[in-house]
């Protein structure tokens, strides 16, 4: 059974730092695409950022350059640190693992397993 646990979310002022983490069990997160999104109220869930197994990785235009998506294989966890905050990055963080053969990653549908989210708000 797959478990993604995230963990790290919480409140920062604008241009702040954080790290969220996403500790998986069931799968080994060195041997799968893994990916970041958020949700913002009313808004719909987007592609963050993703790694790929090779350590390759990909990020949404609004985050690059601020954030950098990571992973530590010993502790079979996924991270994203979160620097230069702007409150526009607020909202409810989710990794995702298992990218479906021939799905976008940006795309939540083309994911298999999500954690329960924790909530990143940036205030001005």
């Known amino acids: 059974q797959v478990q993604l646990v995230e963990s790290g979310g919480g409140s920062v002022q604008a241009g702040g730092s954080l790290r969220v983490s996403c500790g998986a069990s069931?799968?080994?997160?060195?041997?799968?695409?893994m990916a970041w999104f958020r949700q913002a109220p009313g808004k719909e869930r987007e592609g963050v950022a993703r790694i790929y197994s090779d350590y390759g990785t990909d990020y949404a235009d609004s985050v690059k350059g601020r954030f950098t998506i990571s992973r530590d294989n010993a502790r079979n966890t996924l991270y994203l640190q979160m620097n230069s905050l702007n409150p526009e990055d607020t909202g409810m963080y989710y990794c995702?693992?298992?990218?479906?053969?021939?799905?976008?990653?940006?795309?939540?549908?083309?994911?298999?397993?999500w954690g329960q989210g924790t909530q990143v708000t940036v205030s001005s």
């Open positions: 069931g799968l080994t997160v060195s041997m799968y695409n």
């Open positions: 995702a693992a298992f990218l479906r053969y021939g799905g976008s990653w940006f795309d939540p549908r083309s994911w298999n397993y």
